[in-house]
Each structure stands twice: as C-alpha cells, then as structure tokens.
C-alpha cells in the first residue's frame, strides 16, 4: 500500500479526490498540491512509498521530482492519446472530430509521452463548443478517477498498460492563442469556426 498520496490538482478535486481515496484506505495520508511550488515542498523530504497523481494540471513535473518518487507517478490528461499537449478540446472541436476522450499515463519530464495505462471515449455532440467538450472530458476523468482509485489507495504496483500510444502532433497554448486571431481576409464560416472551437 502506498505510504502517502501527492494530488496535483485545483483545491476542489483534490478535495473530492482525498475522500474517495479514503474509502479504499481509511487514514491514508493525502497531500493536495495546488502548484510546482508545493510539490517540490511535498517531496523536499525523502519519502518511500510515495505516489503522484496529476488531475487535469498544466504543471510540467521536472525530471527531478518524477525520479524521487521511487515509483510511476499517473497524469489524467483531457484528451485522447491522438491529442497530446494543452487545450486539446479547441483543436478537436475545430477539426470536426465526432468522438474524443480522455487519457491516463504514466508521467514522464516530456509533456504527454508516458505509458497509457487507461482510455475512455465519448461522442462529441453536433455543434458542441470546446466548452461543452472540456466539461464532458471532465466529468469521464473524474468516472475514471473513482474506478482506479482502489488501486491507487491500495496497490503499490504500476498499473498495466492499455495497449495504447500517443500519436499526433503535441497542441501547445501558443498554438491555441494563434488561432483565437482573426485575419483581415478570413470568411464568415471560418470565424465561426475557430470562435465555437477556441473562444
């Protein structure tokens, strides 16, 4: 069983997290790590044991950290392995896509490049915006999270891999932000599109 449990997450799910944790292991510490800054306090302390969970974060966890940990750290990525990288659901809404969904790896220092160990997909609903696709891609991780939580609490073995592998070019926020620009010779249809796609 895990000695402790890292969360790296906002305030709420982290919350939410820490008690369905506790279920499947009654009195299991759990540390909520809203930033880098907190992680790296969390884990100044060697600590055998020790288990990282990243929930829907753009925290890069440095190559240090991951190594200290003694063990696979796991990353809830909103996106399929076919969409790797930030914002993915912009970049899915835009290029039509019909079904999405969303990822658990192993983390590793290069962003989305980890061993898969789960996937869940959705249909995306006609005329969704990214807003519609992010909080359905929310909503399966935090299924997901409640069906590997028993492992997580109990198990101190890595979790075996899905079969599945990224692919696909890695979507970054600069990419996102140059999308969100409209150009002086661009049609109607094509602003619609990129303002349901990236706001």
Same mark, same amino acid.
């Given at each position: 069983?895990?000695?402790?449990?890292?969360?790296?997450?906002?305030?709420?799910?982290?919350?939410?997290?820490?008690?369905?944790?506790?279920?499947?292991?009654?009195?299991? $510490?759990?540390?909520?790590? $809203?930033?880098?800054?907190?992680?790296?306090?969390?884990?100044?302390?060697?600590?055998?044991?020790?288990?990282?969970?990243? &929930?829907?974060?753009?925290?890069?966890?440095?190559?240090?950290?991951?190594?200290?940990?003694?063990?696979?750290?796991?990353? &809830?990525?909103?996106?399929?392995?076919?969409?790797?990288?930030?914002?993915?659901?912009? &970049?899915?809404?835009?290029?039509?896509?019909?079904? &999405?969904?969303?990822?658990?790896?192993?983390?590793?220092?290069?962003?989305?490049?980890?061993?898969?160990?789960?996937?869940?997909?959705?249909?995306?609903?006609?005329?969704?915006?990214?807003?519609?696709?992010?909080?359905?891609?929310?909503?399966?991780?935090?299924?997901?999270?409640?069906?590997?939580?028993?492992?997580?609490?109990?198990?101190?073995?890595?979790?075996?891999?899905?079969?599945?592998?990224?692919?696909?070019?890695?979507?970054?926020?600069?990419?996102?932000?140059?999308?969100?620009?409209?150009?002086?010779?661009?049609?109607?249809?094509?602003?619609?599109?990129?303002?349901?796609?990236?706001?």
């Amino acid at each position: 069983m895990p000695s402790e449990i890292l969360l790296l997450s906002g305030e709420l799910e982290s919350i939410h997290m820490a008690a369905v944790l506790d279920r499947h292991s009654p009195g299991l $510490p759990v540390v909520g790590c $809203p930033d880098l800054a907190a992680l790296r306090e969390a884990t100044a302390e060697a600590k055998s044991g020790r288990r990282l969970i990243a &929930f829907c974060t753009d925290v890069i966890v440095p190559a240090d950290v991951l190594e200290g940990l003694g063990g696979p750290a796991y990353n &809830f990525h909103p996106g399929p392995p076919e969409y790797p990288g930030s914002q993915v659901a912009c &970049f899915a809404v835009y290029e039509g896509v019909r079904e &999405f969904g969303v990822t658990v790896h192993e983390m590793s220092p290069a962003v989305d490049s980890g061993r898969i160990v789960a996937v869940r997909r959705f249909p995306v609903p006609q005329d969704a915006k990214f807003m519609d696709v992010e909080i359905l891609a929310y909503k399966t991780m935090l299924a997901l999270f409640e069906e590997l939580a028993p492992h997580f609490a109990t198990d101190d073995r890595p979790l075996p891999p899905s079969g599945d592998a990224w692919s696909g070019p890695v979507r970054t926020k600069a990419m996102a932000e140059k999308f969100r620009e409209v150009e002086a010779d661009m049609d109607e249809a094509e602003i619609v599109r990129r303002y349901r796609a990236f706001g």
